[in-house]
Structures are given as structure tokens and as C-alpha cells.
């Protein structure tokens, strides 16, 4: 059964940073693309970052340069280190995982709320 669990959200200072991760099961390799995406009370969700076989990554414009997005294959995680982070990071972030010819899956989601 497939099932994402992340973890690692919290509250914390503009400056400061986070690490999310998220527990893939059965395991990451049924997947070909993992994402982080959050969102915030009436906006649509917003990609992160994302990372696709091959290792091509993708980051979201205001993240670029702050965030890694990696995957630990033997663990089952993929983690979202988020450094540098600013007030408006706040939200709730969410764990994606596609593979072909199925619908993506997704976590439950995890809050981050920094603070100015």
C-alpha cells in the first residue's frame, strides 16, 4: 500500500532552518518523480521542489537557492532542507509522489510557520 508520512514541520525564526522529510512506502523505487509542494489558505498549491528520475531537479522561483530537495533511497525519505527561511515560507507542506499510468500520491502534510 502506498502511503507518504511527513515529518519535521514546526515553528521557527525568519533566518533559521528545517529539514522535512518524508517516509515513502513501500519504497521509492515504484516512484519515478518526488515533490515537495505547500500551500497556504486560499492559494493553490505551489511547487517546491521537485525531483525526477535522472536526478533532474526543479526548485520553485522564491525557494531557488534556499532549499534542497534529496532522496535517501535506502531509508525510503526524500527531505526537504529549507534554509534561510522567511515569513512568507509559511504553510503547509506536502509530501508528492508519481510513478506512470497511476494518479500521484500525497502525504498529509506538515506545517511550517516561520516567524518575522
Known amino acids: 500500500q502506498v502511503q507518504l508520512v511527513e515529518s519535521g514541520g514546526g515553528l521557527v525564526q525568519a533566518g533559521g532552518s528545517l529539514t522535512l522529510s518524508c517516509a515513502v512506502s513501500p519504497s521509492l523505487s515504484i516512484f519515478n518523480a518526488f515533490g515537495w509542494y505547500r500551500q497556504v489558505p486560499g492559494k493553490q498549491r505551489e511547487l517546491v521542489a521537485r525531483?525526477?528520475?535522472?536526478?533532474?531537479?526543479d526548485y520553485g522561483d522564491s525557494v531557488a537557492g534556499r532549499f534542497t530537495i534529496s532522496r535517501d533511497n535506502v531509508k525510503n525519505v526524500v527531505h526537504l532542507q529549507m534554509d534561510s527561511l522567511k515569513p512568507e515560507d509559511t504553510g503547509r507542506y506536502y509530501c508528492?509522489?508519481?510513478?506512470?499510468?497511476?494518479?500521484?500520491?500525497w502525504g498529509q502534510g506538515t506545517q511550517v510557520t516561520v516567524s518575522s
Open positions: 508528492n509522489a508519481e510513478r506512470p499510468f497511476d494518479l500521484p500520491a
Open positions: 525531483v525526477r528520475e535522472g536526478r533532474s531537479v
